[in-house]
Each structure stands twice: as C-alpha cells, then as structure tokens.
C-alpha cells in the first residue's frame, strides 16, 4: 500500500501544479500542529489585524463530519479559500486552496469590502495593490477541479459535496500591519511582474548568460530564498518550470519538445531530496530552456521548412530518404531539397544525418544503451555506417566516444 504521507504529498503537488497552471491559485498543505495557519490568506488578514492570528494554533473544524470535506470559505474581506480535509479527526492533514476573487475589481466590490469588514476607505486604498495581484477564478470552477484531483488519490472524494461557509472575520478596530503591508507595496509588485518579463524574454532568445543575471533579479523580487522549507521552494521551482514551459509555447518550437523539458524538469524537482540541489535548480531550469531554444527555434524560416525540420526531428528513427519527404509533403523532391537548402544553408540530407547524430549524442550522455541499441533509435540500421557518419562529424567512434563519456557537439 502507497505510504500514507506519499500519496498526500503527490496529492498536494498535482493539485497545486494543476491549479498554478490554470488559475496562478496556490496551494498550501497544512499537517499539525499547523505551523503560521495565517498562510492560508498569504498573511491579509494579518496586515489588516495586527493581533491576527494570536490564536492560530487552536484551528477547529468542528464534530461529526465524515473523513473527507471540501469547504468553501468566503470572507468578508472579499476573497474565497478552499479548505480540502484529509481523514477527519481533531487535528487532520489539510489543503489550503486560495485566497483568490470571483469579481472584478470595481468600487461597488471595494464599497462591499468597507461595509463587511469596516475596513476604512483609506486603508483600502493601501490594500487595492494586494487585491490586484489576487487571482481571479469562479469558485465552481476552482472547486471541481479540486474535487476531481482529490478522486484520483481518494475516491471517496468523488462523492463529497462541497459546503460553503460564509465567514465574517470578529469586529475589530482597524489597526494596519505596516510591516506586513510594507513587503507588498505597489513598488515591489511592479518589479516582481517587470523581472519576470524580463526573464521570459531573454529565455526565448536562448542567450543563457544574460537570461541567468535576469533570473537573478527575478527570484530576489520573488523573494525565493534560502528561509523557504523545501516544500515551499519546491513549489516556487515548479512555478518557474511552469513559467518558462508556457512563455516558449508562444514561440515556433514545436510543442512536444516543449512539454518533454517541462515534465523532464518536473521530475527531477520532485527527485531531489536536499535543500542544497533544490537552490540549484532554477539555473538549471533556465540553462535548459535556453538550450532547448538554441536548438530548436527556427524564426526566420518559411512554414513548410519549419514543418520538415519538426518531422524529421519527431521520426529520426524512421526513413527518412528525399524522396520519402517529398512524398510526405507532395513536393517534388528536387524542389523540396533545393528550397530547404537555400533556407537553412545545409542539404537536406546532411540536416538529417546532423540531427541523428545530436540526438545520438544526447543518448550516450543520458542513457546506458549499448552504441549498436543508440544506432538503431537514430534510425541507421547499418551500424558500419552509423560510425563512419558519427566518425565524420565527431571525430572518433561511436564506441570510443561512449568510451571516453566526451561530451563534444555537433558543428
């Protein structure tokens, strides 16, 4: 049977994934004794209420309830969480989703805020800046997807109706946090948002010196740093994965390389057991992208050399002869030869045995696959000219190269 604490966790990270991906709402796993429960907020009612959270540790979700809940809690400072409960009893393990908003922003929402909370309009005014970063979701939607991740790890939860709770935080007098406020000023809003376009944009330009010094910028405006738990930067390496994944899915590069650096990255995240590896990471991840933009961005092409480049890096494997190609894109083959060369400046069939020669490169650096096993994957079924082409660009063997564990490139 999976270890109980496993399958939670692979639970948490699913989940979060998922609802980064489609909503940029997180997700917090709570196991007592409920280390800072203010979280469950990101800290607003804490910068709201100074004495927020004085009685955090004594949490309750009452009596006589089934082991699993799914509750919805809407405050009336405006925002929804999702509380998902694993196996009832007086203190259970439980997902904090949220905070995020059903409204868009508008004074009648902000006017409802100063009703509800007695919250005055000038201290709304220092909180606008908060309610702007806060995601922005129907609380039906988010809660579906919740319910139907939780099923696949728990199927008891595919038959749990959500309850909702309208919350009204105690009357209070208003006495702002500034210290807390202060970490979130409009100021360090712009520059996170600036350093993270930054970042994006030098990902796709493959320039991998220059895309690291904007990471650099980026995570110190995101504040990773090294007082985060390994689940919480764990969770941050899986945003920046996110990230970058999505940013390059606007570019030419065709999306199977995309999505296979994505759950590549995703695993060896998940993988790593140390604090000191996980802070490795995000180079890594850039150096990646970077790479993978190096390799596989052809702007400047027309559409049909774009689409040969992408089928012959996606059937390396499989013949891929002049006249096979033309065949595929009913192009007459002297033609189809002569207008990828004048694109690309290399001949159609030097690009293909180049590109079998990467990807072999590639599998000797990654994999323990015997030289006549990698011959084969690259599509040459005839090893003795496997080795003369791999000879002609690399310079030694096949053998002698997994011999040697040289990392050389193609030219």
Known sequence: ????????????????????????????????????????????????????????????????FGPYR?????????????????????????????????????????????????ISATEIQSLKHIYEKMPYAHPDSVTAVVKHVLSVHYPSFSDVTPELIQYADKKRDIDINKELLDAYTVEHAEEYRNSLFDFLSLIKTGDSPRAQQALHAFLQNARFVHDSSMREFRWLLHSLNNYCHTELLTTDIHPYHIIKQMISTRTKIDSLTTMTRL?????????????????????NYSKQTKDIIDYIRLHLEEELSLNYLAKHFQKNATTLSHSFSKETGISLTKYIQQERIRESLRLFNTTDFSVSDVAVMVGYQDFSYFSKVFSGQIGMSPREYKKRGKACSVT
């Open 1 to 64: 049977m999976e270890n109980i604490t496993l399958k939670l966790t692979k639970c948490h990270e699913l989940l979060q994934n998922i609802l980064q991906s489609a909503f940029q709402i997180p997700v917090i796993l709570f196991t007592p004794p409920y280390a800072d429960i203010k979280k469950i907020d990101l800290g607003l009612r804490a910068m709201v209420w100074n004495d927020y959270g004085n009685e955090q540790q004594n949490i309750s979700f009452g009596e006589g």
């Open 279 to 299: 802070e490795q990471m995000p180079g890594e991840i850039c150096h990646k992208y970077c790479l993978l933009v190096k390799n596989y961005a052809n702007p």
């Open 70 to 118: 799914i509750i919805i809690v809407k405050s009336n400072l405006g925002f929804y969480n999702i509380l998902a409960l694993i196996e009832q009893q007086e203190q259970p393990d439980f997902l904090a989703i949220g905070p995020f908003r059903d409204e868009e922003l508008s004074a009648n929402y902000f006017t409802r805020i100063l009703r509800d909370s007695r």
